[in-house]
């Protein structure tokens, strides 16, 4: 099985801060890597898919890189509505997420 | 626009059967390239992908539930069910139903799950008698 973790766990800042979390995986997963926003009582949001290709509607301060094992999302001028918890995912080998970084207001 | 929600009992006993529902709109099951999954969250952990299925029947599972696990589709209904058999505590969990969006992998030739690009609000499930 193909284990992923984020760092940090979690994280506080201001709006208008740069954020960047990471996400390892035990094995090389190519870019097979999605992120995802959470917000408590909401379904989740993709962000990004194919590692660094943004999905359609999301605002252009999320941007994602890497490849292989080690992936990063950066929020570039973090906004109110940007104060969720972030979830990176794997499809190399069945569908595993990682445990989550929690984003919140300093 | 594509609109996903789950339903069904909030509560169920331990060793019975967890059923939900996932109504789709803004998408037609049948005609849907797409397999439609289940993902869910128990209290203070992350997000555990379940299971998904295409309409035409073929299913992708996790593992860890394939045991006791069936999915099916209702295309007069425009819908797609979990049955998880067997619960214990450890199943207490949010549910959420998602469309899984695949990619086509040129070495094996096949279609794989990628990630979920619409997803139901999720629905809570208590494990207790």
């Known amino acids: 099985d193909i284990q992923m973790t984020q760092s940090p766990s979690s994280l506080s800042a201001s709006v208008g801060d740069s954020v960047t979390i990471t996400c390892r995986a035990s094995q090389s997963i190519s870019t097979l890597l999605s992120w995802y926003q959470h917000k408590p009582g909401k379904a989740p949001k993709l962000l990004i898919y194919a590692a660094s290709n943004l999905q359609t509607g999301v605002p252009s301060r999320f941007s994602g890189s890497g490849s292989g094992t080690d992936f990063a999302l950066t929020i570039s001028s973090l906004q109110p509505e940007d104060f969720a918890t972030y979830y990176c995912q794997q499809s190399s080998s069945s569908l595993t997420f990682g445990p989550g970084t929690i984003v919140e207001i300093k | 626009q594509l609109q996903l929600q789950e339903s069904g009992p909030g509560l169920v006993k331990p060793s019975e059967t967890l059923s939900l529902t996932c109504i789709v709109s803004g998408d037609s099951i049948s005609s849907s390239n797409f397999p439609w999954g289940w993902i869910r969250q128990s209290p203070g952990k992350g997000l555990e992908w379940i299971g998904s299925l295409y309409y035409g029947g073929r299913t992708y599972s996790n593992p860890s539930f394939e045991s006791r696990l069936n999915m099916a589709v209702d295309t007069s209904k425009n819908q797609f069910s979990l049955k998880l058999s067997s619960v214990t505590a450890a199943d207490t969990a949010i549910y959420y139903c998602?469309?899984?969006?695949?990619?086509?992998?040129?070495?094996?030739?096949?279609?794989?799950?990628?990630?979920?690009?619409?997803w139901g609000q999720g629905t809570l499930v208590t494990v207790s008698s």
């Open positions: 998602a469309r899984t969006i695949t990619y086509y992998d040129t070495v094996t030739g096949y279609y794989n799950l990628y990630y979920f690009d619409s």
